[in-house]
């Protein structure tokens, strides 16, 4: 069964070794001055920034350095937006992982607004238009590459907001798995765990597709794979490029399409524990995800415990559906500690005092007791999600 | 293993139930006149050709009726062209299956072409530009209205050419599986073969990724059993939404991006045979494809076959490689039989003793013996497949 669905992603991905050496081609049709953004420095170490430097001698080149992960508003985002106006800036050249990806999406939509952009990120206006944005991937992660949404942080506000435009598609994508070789095995983790539940988030909704269910299911398999192919040798090509494609496929709605919306409670989760305590987001989705999976668990909701047992585990299909349940979620638990992610929230600085607070303000923010959620969660609910994984 | 690829399909699906009521919106944006295009009188039958014209009435609507199952350039590319340039149409309205899409596409691109039309099909010039499309689709099969390819048909040169341009992809195709509810058996059967056999020309290719396989194993389970589920029940929804959504993955890409490229063999065997003796495509596809499996088994490419039986047909994974090949090939053989599929050429109405001019005609239209096939086929291999097909 296919649910109604709208789906688009005009974003073009151009896949492989050395594809960046066509970005002068593609930057060209939108003009000469260009935004570059980027992190904290790792692409000066692989010696991207060189590489795209030299690649761009033609064009005026505008810099934005130092976006942070989970990237904020003010400075960044505001930054970005001002020198775009400032410079007439006609493309921003993203040139990172998620964060960047992020920070620049928001700033293609606030370079072209005249009020407050933070109005524009926290969904009080809506976007008409945004600047280009030409991105290189240099992380598997977030699949940022390839949709439309974004996650911006207001310390200020202790707010960490999901924005989404039809407008902030990146228009290219360049993605070569060469430069995730550097990644550390910790961001390596991250970012896999970060997509293994970009899947799971649209797994676990109703209806559901044969078809899509498959597709979950073999992009499930890859990234469980592929990141221990990866953490043992870190230039494994194939498994590099596996986990940087899996990944681009997380959050554009493909994976879904089809399907029921699941709410992607984890993820409402999570971002309020990196709003409180910046933790990196694919190690607190990954302790949220078992203990979630415990609170939700019901005879409703049981069929896809088993539909993940029996397809992506293995495990016997005459087993009682409660038991392989079981088995999944602690199947997941072992597989997240086995690519070295501490399972508890207090490993990564989670405080205990926090939970109230945090439950009252994911509830504030994403209301995730809303009918439309796969499964409602209330106050007492969360609150037993979050002592479950501390 | 992900191979490089470039991959982007700018159409924007929307999918579901009465999803048609929007037609008006979308295209209002391209412009006041619209040419709609159709096939054999169906769209009347079912009552879509009345919703259209009553949803359009503040549209001028030219008509161009009367497209042919492979479609001709002459009379309905050069007609629907000719209609375009006359009365300035600004936007074309495709309704029907891959042959009103198809010859649309094309339609749409000589309509901005000064030259004759077939220069343009026939790939000795290039489209600069094109009409922007939309579709309402009334056929689950070949994948067109998600994809910048059409196959026309010139009669007179007894010709069948694949047209590609960026310019064709459908600028937004409806998807109301209800619409497909009245499809016969027959074309419910060859729409699914088609499909099917799309994946098929994808998965036999090297390299390929253990991400893509798991998408082409999932889409070929979910149109194996939808289609018996859909032929048992003409108006199950659930298997019609599933058959139209799979079907609409065929051809654009997405589920090779990441493999090497195959060459689409058994595209080329039976565009001859549609070419010389009119088959249904699918059907040709159908009767082609364990002849040609049984032609490529060797011990490079038995690795593909182990695949499918092991993860598509649930086949004992400790039987030896070439007993699981045999046993997928006659499981294919049996699948497109118990679907009403005559598993004969000569059933179809095809000729044995054209078989000699048709591996001509293949190997010079599309050189099916170059390198860049997975398995080149010569003249005598063409000839085998065919006779063992008859």
Redesign the interface.
Known sequence: ?????????????????G?VARLPEVLAQYGKTVLMTYGGGSIKKIGLYDKVKALLKDFTVIELADIEPNPKYDPSVVTGARLCKEHNVDVILAVGGGSVLDCSKAIAACAMYEGDGWTLISGEDEAKSALPIVDILTLAATGSEYDAGAVISNTALKDKRPFHSPYVYPAVSFLD?EYTYSVSPWQTACGTADAINHVLEQFFASPH???????M???L??LM??VKLALAKPDD??AR??L???CSWGCNGILS??SGYSGWPMHSIEHALSAYFDITHGAGLAIITPRWMQEILSERTVERFVTLGVELFGFDKELSPFVLAEKVITAFYDFFLSIGIPMHLSEVGVKEDAIEEMAEHILKLDQTDGPWMYVPLDKPALVRILKASM
Do not use: Q, W
């Open positions: 069964m296919i649910a109604d669905f709208e789906y688009g992603t005009p974003t073009k991905l151009i896949f492989g070794k594809v798995p597709s044969m078809f899509n269910d498959g597709v299911i073999s992009a398999r890859s794979e592929n090509y194939s490029s596996e940087m494609y899996v399409n089809g």
